[in-house]
């Protein structure tokens, strides 16, 4: 009986041995991370998710923490319906009779409420000057002082994150990234991307944009950019995301100044290269790729149904 257990045991080492040997040249014979192939970030890789030079530069302009407010803090009311986040014990119903939108709301304090579970959440205390607004943050009252942001309070826009901004961008020539321009009464407009603009004022903004810049081009003229806060990650109206600090046509030196041009008021031409229709155009949303005899075909479809097509990677037809 022991002589039968000693040979299977050898069996099993010498069907362990030989594994190992295949494992071995195949990949590793160790197991775990030691024989995982490492996947290393290529230098472009590591360039995409870095933060870029103008999300560095916007960086100052975030929100506090509550354990940071002082009293008398002021927010703005973005929109009548401000009134809808505050507790409404009190206050009247409609909020188009209280008009907060434009208001300026006072930091007073803070103050505990029981919640159904038995814990303490805590609540913001807002003032007006005649009236107190008390908005319940959900947050427990020993971690709402570094969890509650002023940046995060709903239809409010926290002033002290307007001036931020001013300080830092008034006066300052920035490189437009988009064509999203508007006009005094927030009306689309024609835009330029990539052209040098000087800023001539910050503003708190709307429910849905809560900062706007205005800036003025070249030839006089002035227009506003619809900014969120945030980063450029999560926020496609970031800073980031609407401006360069820098003069970005300067990346592209064998574009022609014609070519060029036409890139900056995002339309297209028959003789453009791939790259140069992307810069204007964006990328497109689908792509299909073929060749005949004697060249390769590509055609590019854009959601607002704008068609492009390439032979040899040249644009020779598009439609809008």
């Not at 490492?38 to 916007?58: M, R, V, Y």
């Not at 434009?102 to 959440?121: C, H, V, Y």
């Not at 006066?171 to 835009?191: A, M, V």
């Not at 991307?193 to 003229?221: C, M, N, R, W, Y």
């Amino acid at each position: 009986m022991k002589r039968a257990i000693k040979i299977i045991s050898l069996k099993t080492l010498l069907v362990a041995l030989s594994t190992c040997f295949w494992l071995l040249n195949a990949t590793s014979c160790f197991t775990g991370v030691e024989g995982t192939k490492k996947i290393t970030l290529s230098k472009d890789d590591k360039k995409a998710i870095q933060p870029s030079a103008e999300d560095e530069f916007f960086k100052p302009v975030a929100g506090k923490a509550l354990s940071m407010w002082q009293i008398g803090r002021p927010f703005i009311a973005a929109d009548n319906k401000t009134l809808l986040i505050f507790e409404q014990q009190g206050l009247p119903l409609n909020p188009d009779e209280v008009k907060l939108a434009g208001k300026i709301l006072s930091f007073k304090g803070t103050e505990p409420r029981l919640a159904p579970d038995g814990s303490q959440t805590t609540v913001l205390l807002f003032s007006d000057g005649n009236s107190t607004y008390r908005y319940n943050t959900g947050k427990n009252i020993k971690i709402a002082p570094d969890e509650v942001k002023s940046d995060q309070i709903p239809m409010m826009i926290d002033e002290a994150m307007i001036n931020s901004a001013r300080e830092l961008l008034l006066g300052k020539q920035l490189w437009t990234r988009s064509p999203l321009w508007y006009d005094d009464d927030g009306n689309r407009i024609p835009g330029w991307k990539f052209v040098p603009v000087t800023v001539t004022a910050v503003e708190a903004g709307s429910l849905v944009f809560p900062i706007k810049v205005q800036f003025q081009a070249g030839d006089g003229s002035k227009a506003w950019a619809l900014m969120n806060f945030g980063n450029s990650g999560t926020e496609s109206r970031a800073f980031a995301n609407l401006f360069y600090l820098s003069d970005f046509r300067k990346n592209f030196p064998a574009i022609t100044d014609e070519v060029w041009k036409l890139i900056c008021a995002g339309k297209v031409a028959n003789g453009m290269s791939k790259l140069e229709c992307k810069l204007s155009l964006g990328n497109p949303s689908e792509v299909d790729a073929g060749h005949d005899y004697s060249q390769t075909l590509d055609l590019w479809h854009y959601p607002d149904g704008t068609v492009l097509w390439f032979e040899d990677g040249l644009l020779t037809r598009f439609r809008h």
